[in-house]
């Protein structure tokens, strides 16, 4: 009896080196990503990066505030004069660095995007329907042409160093990113602090452009009794011009 063999396809010789093939693949990159994401660009959306840069920052802080921590231990160990004076004029000068925390009344406006159904809908340069850093900053400037004691946005210290900007969809205050609504509060006279804010020309504008059904950008103002502003604790840098030599 005679047997015959059949003869191979090349397919079926195909099919497993390219199996084989894929799989070394598969270990080459989980190997070189060690589990993180080759593409991070493609999958890791705004809100994401935000989050992760956020967190690093405040390891970052709280890192320093321990070096703080332990050069105010060194400086306090020495007895010596001059020291001591140097130590002195710091802890006066806290209050005006914003470095302590100050409670007590004042005033908290909120801004925010106007609703996305407006936005949707709405026939306004859509300039006039979000939030802008030259708001928050208008806010922020009559609540100090007010007198009042402490400035704090989004929970962020306002110091003489802080800076507003606008990044995308959010707003960077201290250097961390915070998206709307926004909420500025001033510790301080709250009669003064409104009514400062209530006669500033351009906020008059942003107000009046709150209560246009088409534009309703968000607006909102109150008092409080027993506010709290926590000290500003990211880095310190003072730095000043110097003359041409």
Known sequence: MTTSRLKPRPWAVVTPVVFLLAGGLFAVSAANSEGTDLRPGRTTDLAGLVQVENRHLRELRAESRELTREVDALSASRKDLGSSQAQETVRRLRDVA????????????????????VRETSDQDINTLVVHQQDIQAVVNAMWAAGAEAVTIQGQRVVSTTGIQCAGSTVQVNGLYFPQPYEITAIGDADAIEQRITDDGYLQVYRSQAEEPDIAIGWDLERGYDLVARPYTGPIRAEYAKPVG
């Open 98 to 117: 914003g470095l302590k925390r100050v409670t007590g009344e004042g005033v908290t406006v909120t801004l925010s995007d106007a609703p996305r159904d």
